[in-house]
């Protein structure tokens, strides 16, 4: 996956450990990256997720790692189709995609009939950072 950079060359997707506050670790963050100029940039589909995480920690956070993959769902299919690849291939992160809808649209259909409120919140979250895209 790749994008255009504003010097003209192609920026890569990487995952990238973000640090904050030099305390916190926030692994497995997808980043374009331009080798050319070394800018860098959020994966646009996860930047509100990784900036509200940010924003819980709070100016003077505790020295802690998280997984970003594990509150994401783009994160969580980019470390997924880049498991057998380094660079995540486009085609095996669109099938991934369809595969975790239908998942996660059948685990809200359980979820609801559970009339699990908890449940059926994360899972709407879910399908909606899925959607920022698609």
């Not at 504003?6 to 980043?31: A, F, Q």
């Not at 994160?75 to 595969?99: G, H, M, R, W």
């Amino acid at each position: 996956m790749q994008k255009r950079c504003h010097c003209g060359d192609i920026m890569k997707m990487k995952l990238r450990t973000v640090i904050y506050s030099g305390k916190v670790e926030i692994d497995n963050v997808p980043i374009y990256s331009c080798s050319t100029c070394n800018r860098s940039e959020v994966f646009p589909e996860v930047k509100p997720d990784l900036t509200g995480l940010i924003a819980q920690l709070g100016a003077q956070p505790i020295k802690q790692t998280f997984l970003f993959n594990e509150r994401n769902e783009w994160a969580n299919l980019l470390v997924e189709a880049s498991a057998e690849n380094k660079q995540p291939d486009t085609n095996a992160v669109e099938k991934l995609i369809q595969e975790r809808i239908n998942s996660l649209l059948d685990l809200l259909l359980l979820a609801q009939s559970l009339d699990d409120q908890e449940w059926t919140a994360d899972i709407t979250k879910r399908l909606g950072q899925i959607s920022r895209r698609h």
